[in-house]
């Protein structure tokens, strides 16, 4: 039986979410109490294209516990254009950015070409070392031109966040040694997740983040929950926490930490 204690975890960060969907932002003010009832004191909100994350970083002034990452990500790259980037660096002049992304590669499903995929990604790694923002990088089933791409196209003292992890356990070290933090959302509590739990335990501390990525992916028990939420965060939390062998509450101080170390909050 879940419980009122078990729905409340304080202190927690949602390194990854997407406030500005159309499943959220219709009702932003009560998403936002239930994500501050359940514990939770910070979110990165992550736009997807121009628009988007002009909306992304606008919702991030109005909340001040709210702070926005802008990219375009892999599903999207067809549409960008070789102006869009600038126009994006001229958006991370806001004081609300915190980061550049998502970016990165998806050849699971494909929805853009996969040769555009990778100029627009590359691009993207170029401009977040220029800007000297950390980078969020989506990447599935594509792992050897995602590191090939950052390996060629930033200096070493690029960093960043795989997030919502779902490689496999032995690419951990790599992503590490680049420099990277690691995030699990909650896929990890899925119950055929056994490689995604096996990477968790190859993360460090210090490399280690949680987010929702809602409305996308809510973890067991509400799997089925549509949408996901940030303060169904609390969930994912306390399934890590058992994984890892520590309190709840030192996961949430722990994640947070490695959050506000990444992106500077």
Same mark, same amino acid.
């Given at each position: 039986? $879940?419980?009122?204690?078990?729905?409340?975890?304080?202190?927690?960060?949602?390194? #990854?979410? #997407?406030?500005?969907s159309a499943e959220l932002s219709?009702?932003?003010?009560?998403?936002?109490?239930?994500?501050?009832?359940?514990?939770?004191?910070?979110?990165?909100?992550?736009?997807?294209?121009?628009?988007?994350?002009?909306?992304?970083?606008?919702?991030?002034?109005?909340?001040?516990?709210?702070?926005?990452? $802008?990219?375009?990500?892999?599903?999207?790259?067809?549409?960008?254009?070789?102006?869009?980037?600038?126009?994006?660096?001229?958006?991370?002049?806001?004081? !609300? %950015? &915190?980061?550049?992304?998502?970016? @990165?590669?998806?050849?699971?499903?494909?929805?853009?070409?996969?040769?555009?995929?990778?100029? &627009?990604?590359?691009?993207?790694?170029?401009?977040?070392?220029?800007?000297?923002?950390?980078? $969020?990088?989506? *990447?599935?089933?594509?792992?050897?031109?995602?590191?090939?791409i950052l390996d060629n196209n930033?200096?070493?003292?690029?960093?960043?966040?795989?997030?919502?992890?779902?490689?496999?356990?032995?690419? %951990?070290?790599?992503? $590490?040694?680049? @420099?990277?933090? %690691?995030?699990?959302?909650?896929?990890?509590?899925?119950?055929?997740?056994?490689? *995604?739990?096996?990477?968790?335990?190859? &993360?460090?501390?210090?490399?280690?983040?949680i987010e929702t990525d809602a409305?996308? =992916?809510?973890?067991?028990? =509400?799997?089925?929950?549509?949408?996901?939420?940030?303060?169904? =965060? %609390?969930?994912?939390?306390?399934?890590?926490?058992?994984? =890892?062998?520590?309190?709840?509450? !030192?996961?949430?101080?722990?994640?947070?930490?490695?959050?506000?170390?990444?992106?500077?909050?």
């Open positions: 039986m $879940i419980t009122d204690s078990d729905l409340h975890l304080p202190g927690l960060t949602d390194s #990854h979410c #997407h406030l500005t219709k009702d932003i003010p009560a998403v936002l109490d239930r994500a501050r009832t359940a514990g939770l004191t910070r979110l990165l909100t992550v736009g997807q294209g121009l628009e988007d994350s002009a909306d992304a970083i606008e919702l991030a002034r109005r909340y001040r516990h709210v702070r926005a990452a $802008i990219g375009f990500g892999p599903h999207g790259a067809g549409s960008v254009s070789s102006d869009h980037f600038e126009k994006l660096a001229a958006l991370a002049g806001a004081p !609300e %950015v &915190v980061a550049l992304g998502e970016a @990165g590669l998806d050849y699971h499903y494909d929805h853009c070409p996969r040769d555009i995929q990778r100029s &627009v990604f590359a691009q993207q790694v170029s401009l977040a070392a220029r800007l000297d923002l950390p980078l $969020i990088i989506h *990447c599935r089933d594509a792992w050897n031109d995602c590191l090939a930033s200096p070493s003292s690029t960093n960043g966040v795989f997030h919502c992890y779902t490689g496999s356990p032995e690419l %951990v070290p790599q992503l $590490i040694k680049r @420099g990277f933090y %690691v995030s699990f959302a909650g896929m990890v509590t899925f119950d055929k997740a056994n490689d *995604c739990r096996a990477a968790a335990k190859k &993360v460090p501390p210090n490399r280690l983040l409305p996308y =992916l809510a973890p067991e028990p =509400l799997r089925n929950a549509k949408p996901n939420e940030p303060a169904l =965060l %609390v969930h994912t939390a306390r399934f890590l926490a058992q994984l =890892l062998d520590m309190s709840a509450t !030192e996961l949430a101080r722990l994640t947070t930490g490695n959050a506000a170390d990444l992106f500077g909050w």
